[in-house]
């Protein structure tokens, strides 16, 4: 059985930008919740449309803006 996605969860991936949710795909800790179940499931499928939607110029900027630490 898949982990709910809990309100908080769905809110913040629905408010934050493409490069918010690029930066914290690259950089959560192993685990991080909000990668699990279905919430994991949204994240992944939002960050594909948006991504989708603005393309690939936008997401290449996004990441070099946000680089590696």
């Not at 949710?21 to 594909?48: C, N, T, V």
């Amino acid at each position: 059985m898949s982990t709910p996605m809990t309100v908080d969860q769905k809110q913040w991936i629905d408010r934050s930008t493409y490069k918010m949710l690029l930066e914290k795909w690259r950089f959560a800790p192993a685990g991080d919740p909000i990668f699990q179940g279905e919430s994991g499931e949204y994240y992944e499928k939002i960050m594909a449309d948006r991504r989708k939607k603005l393309g690939p110029e936008v997401h290449t900027q996004a990441s070099k803006e946000i680089g590696w630490r």
